[in-house]
Nanobody
Framework: QVQLVESGGGLVQNGGSLRLSCTASGLTYTFSRYSVGWFRQAPGKEREFVAASKSNGGSTYYTDSVKGRFTISRDNAKNTVYLQMNSLKPEDAAVYYC???????????????????WGQGTQVSVFS
Protein backbone atom coordinates (compact mmCIF):
# COMPACT_ATOMS: atom_id res chain seq x y z
CA GLN A 1 0.00 0.00 0.00
CA VAL A 2 1.44 3.31 -1.08
CA GLN A 3 1.63 6.04 1.50
CA LEU A 4 2.77 9.63 1.24
CA VAL A 5 3.29 11.38 4.54
CA GLU A 6 3.78 15.14 4.74
CA SER A 7 5.35 16.88 7.69
CA GLY A 8 6.86 20.22 8.59
CA GLY A 9 3.82 22.42 8.52
CA GLY A 10 3.12 24.92 11.26
CA LEU A 11 2.58 28.52 12.23
CA VAL A 12 5.12 31.05 11.02
CA GLN A 13 5.40 34.81 10.95
CA ASN A 14 5.04 36.80 7.74
CA GLY A 15 8.44 36.65 6.01
CA GLY A 16 9.46 33.47 7.79
CA SER A 17 10.44 30.05 6.49
CA LEU A 18 9.29 26.47 6.70
CA ARG A 19 10.48 23.25 5.14
CA LEU A 20 7.91 20.64 4.27
CA SER A 21 8.79 16.99 3.76
CA CYS A 22 6.97 14.28 1.89
CA THR A 23 8.10 10.71 2.46
CA ALA A 24 6.83 7.83 0.37
CA SER A 25 6.54 4.15 1.19
CA GLY A 26 5.12 1.10 -0.50
CA LEU A 27 5.94 2.27 -4.02
CA THR A 28 6.08 -0.21 -6.86
CA TYR A 29 9.09 1.39 -8.53
CA THR A 30 12.16 3.11 -7.19
CA PHE A 31 11.38 6.59 -5.93
CA SER A 32 13.44 8.28 -8.65
CA ARG A 33 10.95 7.06 -11.25
CA TYR A 34 8.17 9.12 -9.68
CA SER A 35 7.41 12.73 -10.33
CA VAL A 36 6.34 14.47 -7.16
CA GLY A 37 4.24 17.57 -6.89
CA TRP A 38 3.19 19.91 -4.12
CA PHE A 39 -0.29 21.40 -4.16
CA ARG A 40 -2.09 23.62 -1.69
CA GLN A 41 -5.64 24.46 -0.78
CA ALA A 42 -6.69 27.52 1.15
CA PRO A 43 -10.13 27.77 2.81
CA GLY A 44 -12.84 28.39 0.24
CA LYS A 45 -10.47 27.99 -2.70
CA GLU A 46 -9.64 25.29 -5.20
CA ARG A 47 -6.56 23.18 -4.68
CA GLU A 48 -3.74 24.60 -6.78
CA PHE A 49 -0.37 23.53 -8.07
CA VAL A 50 2.68 24.86 -6.25
CA ALA A 51 5.79 22.99 -7.43
CA ALA A 52 6.92 19.72 -8.95
CA SER A 53 10.02 17.61 -9.33
CA LYS A 54 10.12 15.56 -12.51
CA SER A 55 11.13 11.90 -12.35
CA ASN A 56 14.52 10.48 -13.31
CA GLY A 57 16.53 13.58 -12.57
CA GLY A 58 14.24 15.87 -14.47
CA SER A 59 13.67 19.52 -13.91
CA THR A 60 11.71 21.39 -11.29
CA TYR A 61 8.69 23.56 -11.91
CA TYR A 62 6.92 26.26 -9.94
CA THR A 63 3.79 28.28 -10.11
CA ASP A 64 4.57 31.94 -10.72
CA SER A 65 3.53 33.14 -7.26
CA VAL A 66 6.21 31.10 -5.49
CA LYS A 67 9.12 31.41 -7.91
CA GLY A 68 12.19 32.74 -6.17
CA ARG A 69 10.76 31.96 -2.73
CA PHE A 70 10.08 28.20 -2.75
CA THR A 71 12.49 25.42 -3.68
CA ILE A 72 11.57 21.81 -4.31
CA SER A 73 14.25 19.16 -3.91
CA ARG A 74 14.42 15.45 -3.41
CA ASP A 75 16.51 12.78 -1.73
CA ASN A 76 15.79 9.60 -3.62
CA ALA A 77 17.74 7.50 -1.14
CA LYS A 78 15.26 8.59 1.54
CA ASN A 79 12.17 8.48 -0.69
CA THR A 80 11.60 12.07 0.32
CA VAL A 81 10.80 15.34 -1.41
CA TYR A 82 11.19 18.68 0.31
CA LEU A 83 9.60 22.05 -0.20
CA GLN A 84 11.67 24.86 1.25
CA MET A 85 9.44 27.89 1.66
CA ASN A 86 11.06 31.25 2.32
CA SER A 87 9.64 34.76 2.56
CA LEU A 88 6.26 33.34 3.42
CA LYS A 89 3.23 35.56 2.97
CA PRO A 90 -0.26 35.35 4.45
CA GLU A 91 -1.54 34.27 1.03
CA ASP A 92 0.68 31.16 1.25
CA ALA A 93 -1.39 29.86 4.16
CA ALA A 94 -3.10 26.62 3.16
CA VAL A 95 -3.10 22.88 3.58
CA TYR A 96 -0.18 21.59 1.54
CA TYR A 97 -0.41 18.21 -0.14
CA CYS A 98 2.20 16.16 -1.90
CA UNK A 99 1.37 13.81 -4.73
CA UNK A 100 3.31 11.26 -6.74
CA UNK A 101 2.93 9.63 -10.11
CA UNK A 102 5.07 7.46 -12.35
CA UNK A 103 3.63 8.35 -15.74
CA UNK A 104 3.68 12.12 -15.84
CA UNK A 105 4.94 14.09 -18.75
CA UNK A 106 6.21 17.59 -18.23
CA UNK A 107 3.05 19.29 -19.42
CA UNK A 108 0.93 17.33 -16.96
CA UNK A 109 2.90 18.19 -13.83
CA UNK A 110 0.50 20.96 -12.74
CA UNK A 111 -2.52 18.72 -13.22
CA UNK A 112 -3.91 17.05 -10.13
CA UNK A 113 -5.51 14.30 -12.19
CA UNK A 114 -2.11 13.16 -13.45
CA UNK A 115 -0.97 11.97 -10.02
CA UNK A 116 -1.67 8.52 -8.64
CA UNK A 117 -1.02 8.97 -4.94
CA TRP A 118 -1.70 11.72 -2.44
CA GLY A 119 -0.71 12.52 1.10
CA GLN A 120 -3.06 13.65 3.84
CA GLY A 121 -1.82 17.23 3.89
CA THR A 122 -0.04 19.49 6.34
CA GLN A 123 -1.26 22.88 7.50
CA VAL A 124 0.79 26.02 6.92
CA SER A 125 -0.38 29.17 8.67
CA VAL A 126 1.22 32.59 8.26
CA PHE A 127 0.48 35.45 10.63
CA SER A 128 1.28 39.12 10.19
Amino acid sequence: QVQLVESGGGLVQNGGSLRLSCTASGLTYTFSRYSVGWFRQAPGKEREFVAASKSNGGSTYYTDSVKGRFTISRDNAKNTVYLQMNSLKPEDAAVYYCAAGSRLITSSLPSQRAYDYWGQGTQVSVFS
